[in-house]
Structures are given as C-alpha cells and as structure tokens.
C-alpha cells in the first residue's frame, strides 16, 4: 500500500469553526489531491498541488484552502466551516502528472461532519 | 456537471457471472482510468486506458474505449463474492489536466 496517512480520520465540529485535514505521505511523490465525496456526486476535486507551494483550483475550491510548504505533507483548511462541508474528503498522491500514468494512490479518508 | 457517467448505478449479480459496467464522458480525453472502493475504503486503481488505446485486460478486467462513442466499458469475468465494491471511472480531459471522477456503480456479487 501506497504510504500515506491522513488525520484526523474523523472530525465532528460545529459550524463557523476552522478545522484542517491533513495529507502526509512517505513517497515522495510530487502530485497531491485532495477530493470530497458524496452520495449522488461521486468525488470532486477540491485542490491539487504540483510540487512544494504550488497548488491550484479543482472543481469545488469555495471554502477551502491548501499549503503545501513540505513534499510530504499537503494540509486542507475550511476556515469557517458549514454544515456543507460535510463529507467524506479522501487525499490522493501521483508520481507522474496524470496525462502521464495517471495513477493516483488514494489515503483511507476523512469523514468531517459539520453540526 | 459529471465529466463520466456510470451505468447500471447498481449492479447485482451471482459468484462466478460477469459482470459489466458502462461509462460515458463528455468531452475528449486524453486516458480513461477505473477504480474500485470497498465500504469505508479508499480508492484503489485499476486500470488506464488511452485514447490512442481500444482494448486492455489486466487479470479478469477487461476495459474498452470507444471514443468515436465516447464511451468505455469495465468487465470483470468469472466475479467472486470479493469483488464486491463500487467502480469509478475517471477521465484525463485534454484540457486542464485533472482528474474527473463519476459517480460509480455499486457492484454486488452473491456466492
């Protein structure tokens, strides 16, 4: 298996609180995603990183925000967080840019629940 | 919107059948991936396939692109009771380089 660790694997908060995830692998590898998943959605992209601070938008980036000051370690910020963000949020690494080999290896996710 | 769409979303059937699964995308790809999740687990990939590609097997997997259709097609042969888990497809678009996800088909294989 892929190394990679994410923390904390489950998270309850109230509303309007921060709360940050966090991503960290021992591979070295230099992609790092992370995505949500939920019923009737399947997983969308949040943000990625493509090496040590250089990270960039995905598919559902409002709310959110990343930094990446190490290559193994990729921390998810919700700021202020809302019931909304209730989801399953899952870390994913790729050696190779994905229009190379595309293979992402996935973490065992992180269910935050926002009451 | 979706990028890939699975079809059946539910898929139920005996150990030892095949079992099929569709998806269809949107716009041109540049490679097409499927992955598998078990309950509560993460993703696992399976297999790529690019869109200069039309057929690959890896194991019992065997994955069709028809990008004239632009469609692909997930067979597993000989299913057991471990295969059991929801499939993804995923596509590369030739723009803007991520990874688009769709929304999976839950497979249940009976023994």
């Known amino acids: 298996d892929a190394g990679i660790t994410q923390s904390p694997r489950h998270k309850v908060t109230e509303t309007g609180t921060p709360v940050t995830l966090r991503c960290h692998q021992t591979?070295?590898?230099?992609?790092m995603y992370w995505y949500r998943q939920d019923p009737g959605h399947g997983l969308r992209l949040i943000h990625y990183?493509?090496?040590?601070?250089?990270?960039d938008k995905g598919e559902v980036s409002d709310g959110y925000s990343v930094s990446r000051s190490k290559t193994e370690d990729f921390l998810l910020t919700l700021e202020s967080a809302t019931s909304s963000q209730t989801s399953v949020y899952f870390c994913?690494?790729?050696?190779?840019?994905?229009?190379?080999?595309?293979?992402?290896?996935f973490g065992e996710g992180s269910r935050l629940t926002v009451l | 919107s979706q990028q890939g769409e699975e079809d059946p979303q539910a898929l139920s059937i005996q150990e030892g059948e095949n079992a099929t699964m569709n998806c269809s995308y949107k716009?041109?790809?540049?490679?097409l991936q499927w992955y598998r999740q078990n309950s509560g687990r993460g993703l696992v990939h399976l297999i790529l396939?690019?869109?200069?590609?039309r057929e690959k097997h890896s194991g019992r997997l065997r994955v069709t692109l028809d990008t004239s259709k632009k469609s692909s097609s997930l067979l597993i042969t000989a299913s057991r009771a471990a295969d059991t888990a929801s499939y993804f497809c995923?596509?590369?678009?030739?723009?803007?380089?991520?990874?688009?996800f769709g929304q999976g088909t839950e497979l249940s294989v009976k023994p």
């Open positions: 994913a690494i790729s050696a190779l840019g994905i229009r190379d080999t595309g293979e992402l290896f």
């Open positions: 591979e070295n590898h230099r992609y």
């Open positions: 990183s493509y090496g040590v601070k250089d990270t």
């Open positions: 716009t041109s790809i540049n490679n």
């Open positions: 396939i690019r869109s200069n590609e």
């Open positions: 995923a596509t590369v678009l030739n723009q803007g380089g991520k990874l688009i």
